[in-house]
C-alpha cells in the first residue's frame, strides 16, 4: 500500500514535534481527552475509466477513536491521533449504475488551530467490492487505499461540521487481471459527535 507508506514519516514528524505544539493544560477534552467520535459523511467522486468518467457519491458512517489511552506519551500533545473504521455504501451514476461497498480502517491526526477550528489528516485502507466492470480493472473484490485531509468546525462542545478532500486509489494488489487501478478525489462533508 504505497500511499499509506507515503503518509506514514509526515504523521510520525507530527506527532514527535517539539514543545511549541505541546501544552501542559489543554482547554478542553477535543484537545487532549480521550474520546470517540462517530460521523456521518457524503461525498462527490471524480475518476477516469476507458469507459468514461467515474463518479461514485461517498455514504460513510466513521468511528474514530482517540489513542491517548493506549499510548501514553500522546498524553500532553496537544493533537489528537485516533484509530477508525469507515464503512460505506457507494453508489454510482457513471459510466452506468454501479455501486462499491466495504470497510476501512486507518489513522487520522487532528490538529486545533483555535477552539471551534482544528484540521486533520487521515490514511486508511481496507477490503471492498465494486459493481463497475472496466477494461482496466477486474470488478469484485478490491482494495480501498485513501489519503485525505480537511477540517472540522465545532458548532459546540461537541458537535462538528466537516469539509474534506480525499484521493483514492482502488485495485486488487495483482490477486486478478486486469489490475490498472481507478483513481478517485472526493470533496467530502460531514457531521460528528464527539462523546
Not at 501544552?23 to 469507459?51: C, L
Not at 486507518?106 to 459493481?131: C, D
Request: aromatic fraction near 18%; charge should be neutral.
Amino acid at each position: 500500500m504505497p500511499i499509506a507508506r507515503r503518509l506514514f514519516p509526515f504523521l510520525c514528524l507530527i506527532i514527535f514535534l517539539p514543545s511549541p505544539f505541546v501544552h501542559a493544560a489543554a482547554p478542553d477534552y477535543r484537545q487532549a481527552g480521550t474520546y470517540k467520535e462517530s460521523a456521518f459523511i457524503s461525498g462527490i467522486g471524480s475518476g477516469k475509466t476507458h469507459e468514461g468518467d467515474y463518479q461514485p457519491v461517498l455514504l460513510m458512517w466513521h468511528l474514530g477513536t482517540d489513542l491517548k489511552k493506549y499510548l501514553p506519551w500522546l498524553e500532553k500533545h496537544r493533537g489528537v491521533l485516533s484509530f477508525f473504521i469507515e464503512t460505506q455504501f457507494n453508489p454510482s451514476h457513471n459510466p452506468d449504475e454501479n455501486f462499491e461497498f466495504g470497510v476501512s480502517p486507518g489513522l487520522q491526526y487532528r490538529y486545533p488551530f483555535t477552539e471551534k477550528l482544528s484540521g486533520y489528516l487521515l490514511v486508511g485502507a481496507g477490503p471492498h467490492y465494486m459493481s463497475l466492470v472496466t477494461r482496466e480493472q477486474e470488478n469484485g473484490f478490491i482494495f480501498s487505499d485513501t489519503i485525505g485531509g480537511g477540517l472540522y468546525y465545532f458548532l459546540k462542545e461537541n458537535f462538528a461540521l466537516n469539509l474534506g478532500y480525499r484521493f483514492r486509489h482502488m485495485s486488487n494488489a495483482g490477486l486478478f487481471h486486469p489490475n490498472g487501478g481507478i483513481n478517485t478525489n472526493f470533496i467530502t462533508f460531514g457531521y460528528a459527535a464527539f462523546f
